[in-house]
């Protein structure tokens, strides 16, 4: 599977994907127009594991409501994903049994190469 979870709104997303260009068989799903179903997160928790890694504790929401200070567990993380799509740690980059979450540079050099090689 090669797929680009990612926000069009959000100017890292366009950035990155930009960069990985070009995106030959790459789908992508804007995760605002096009939410992500509990199926797709289980892919994506099967590749990396963890729904904590999947989770962005960067998102607007985690901080309103306190989530720090809350004993997060595995089911939480998947349920708060599926509830508000900002909290996918964006974008999200499966290229066949690979998966790239996060827009870190480092993450980014390694889903280039596994795209283009």
Do not use: W
Not at 12 to 22: D, G, M, N, S
């Amino acid at each position: 599977m090669k797929k680009i979870y990612h926000l069009s709104t959000c100017s890292t997303c366009q950035r990155i994907i930009k960069e990985l260009q070009p995106l030959n068989d790459f789908k992508l799903q804007d995760i605002k127009s096009e939410p992500i179903t509990e199926s797709q997160l289980e892919q994506m928790h099967a590749l990396s594991n963890s729904y904590e890694a999947l989770f962005s504790k960067r998102a607007i929401l985690y901080r309103e409501r306190n989530l720090k200070a809350q004993n997060l567990t595995e089911n939480d993380f998947k349920a708060l994903i599926l509830e508000q799509y900002t909290f996918l740690k964006r974008p999200v980059i499966m290229v066949d049994d690979q998966i790239f979450i996060g827009n870190s540079k480092k993450v980014v050099e390694a889903a280039q190469k596994a795209i283009h090689s």
